[in-house]
């Protein structure tokens, strides 16, 4: 057997080990679905949010607006378990666009089903099917867990300080800026 026969066979026992994660774009209709997904990414970086519907409406608005990609990954038995939100940006330095991952999230009863990998994955897949000239994210320094995704996936840790003033101006769940994956 060649190499690439028995690496075929491996990934054909791992895809009937792992229900597959199905990835798709939120619409309207699914506002209610990642919010409860985006409250439970914030509760994960322990934000205080003052208005209950907040999260909601911030979704929302970005759908209806069309001002961020939002992906759900559904995983057979278990429902909709994470959520990825992503930015459109410019990079000044690459004098091209760039895409910044702003949020992923996988929920608790999702984790370990490759739902945070696959939504990552479909992040770069659309990325490089939009000819953008990278994907840009933060993760707590004490989220390992997510560094050791976004590494196995090809992201490189920049030597770059991320800096932040608060104007207070903004409500609590603009504060974070942090992508987080459990999956």
């Known amino acids: ?3 690439q026969a028995a690496q075929q066979q491996v990934n054909q026992a791992a895809a009937q080990a792992d229900p597959p994660v ?6 309207e209709a699914d506002v209610e679905t990642a919010a409860a997904l985006f409250r439970g990414y914030l509760d ?5 949010v003052a208005d209950p519907d907040g999260p909601r409406a911030f979704l929302a608005e970005r759908i209806a607006k069309d001002e961020s990609l939002v992906l759900l990954a559904d995983v057979p038995g278990s429902g909709t378990v994470g959520f990825a939100q992503v930015y459109r940006a410019f990079s000044s330095l ?4 760039a895409w910044i991952l702003n949020d992923l999230y996988v929920a608790p009863a999702g984790r370990r089903t490759g739902a945070g990998r696959a939504l990552l994955r479909e992040v770069l897949r659309r990325a490089r099917a939009a000819g ?3 994907v ?4 707590a320094y004490d989220n390992t867990v997510a560094q050791g995704l976004y590494e196995a996936e090809g992201f490189v840790r920049e030597e770059f ?3 932040f003033h608060d104007l207070g101006a903004a409500t609590s769940t603009a504060a974070s800026t ?3 994956a459990e999956g």
């Open 136 to 139: 840009q994210l933060e993760t």
């Open 44 to 48: 994960f970086y322990e934000v205080d």
């Open 22 to 27: 199905a990835v798709r774009v939120a619409g």
């Open 161 to 163: 300080h991320v800096y």
């Open 1 to 3: 057997m060649t190499g």
């Open 132 to 134: 953008v000239a990278g």
């Open 94 to 97: 690459t004098l091209s666009t």
């Open 178 to 180: 942090e992508a987080s």
